[in-house]
């Protein structure tokens, strides 16, 4: 009688014979997949087909804004993850445990210059900058004076009428 191991058992053997990346980090990109393949099939009207690195890349990277925020460059340190090519070592270290599959075009190398981790998940939350002021706008005071400003007492005065024409 053949043994099935469960995949938890199956992510024990992988970190064992490669201990770079943690345990969630695995589970992430089954994640990954899925939100990827589910986002795919929406676009493309319900057809579920197989995914490259590169959309793969981009799933994971829109799965981690949304699950994490700004917090998302810091999980993926922890987890190991530091460049897009680390995607593609957890993804074939997967494929080699037969936890994933893949097709004869698909190698690591489709991992290869995906992105800049800073860009992609320090970037969508940093504040936008406004753009400089000349020095001229920034010494003037353009705001029109009125009548209607508020007295000491909070209230605001309204401009008395005038009996000039």
């Not at 997949?33 to 393949?37: G, I, M, N, R, V």
């Not at 700004?70 to 957890?90: A, H, N, Q, S, Y």
């Not at 494929?95 to 969508?124: I, M, W």
């Given at each position: 009688m053949m043994y099935k191991q469960s995949y938890d058992e199956v992510l024990e053997e992988i970190i064992s014979v490669d201990p770079r990346y943690h345990r969630d980090a695995y589970h992430f990109v089954r994640e990954g997949?899925?939100?990827?393949?589910q986002s795919i099939s929406k676009q493309e009207k319900g057809v579920v087909r197989h995914i490259s690195g590169q959309e793969l890349l981009g799933g994971m990277r829109a799965h981690a804004l949304e699950q994490y925020g700004?917090?998302?460059?810091?999980?993926?340190?922890?987890?190991?993850?530091?460049?897009?090519?680390?995607?593609?070592?957890?993804v074939f270290n997967m494929?080699?445990?037969?936890?994933?599959?893949?097709?004869?075009?698909?190698?690591?190398?489709?991992?290869?210059?995906?992105?800049?981790?800073?860009?992609?998940?320090?970037?969508?939350?940093?504040?936008?900058?406004?753009p400089q002021q000349s020095s001229d706008s920034t010494q003037r005071n353009n705001t029109p004076v009125s009548n209607s400003e508020p007295d000491r007492s909070g209230k605001t005065s309204k401009p008395e009428s005038s009996d000039k024409q």
């Open positions: 997949l899925d939100y990827t393949q700004p917090m998302t460059l810091l999980v993926l340190d922890e987890w190991g993850v530091k460049r897009c090519e680390d995607f593609g070592e957890i494929v080699e445990h037969n936890l994933l599959a893949k097709t004869a075009e698909d190698s690591r190398e489709d991992f290869k210059g995906g992105y800049d981790f800073k860009d992609a998940f320090r970037k969508p939350f940093q504040p936008v900058q406004a």
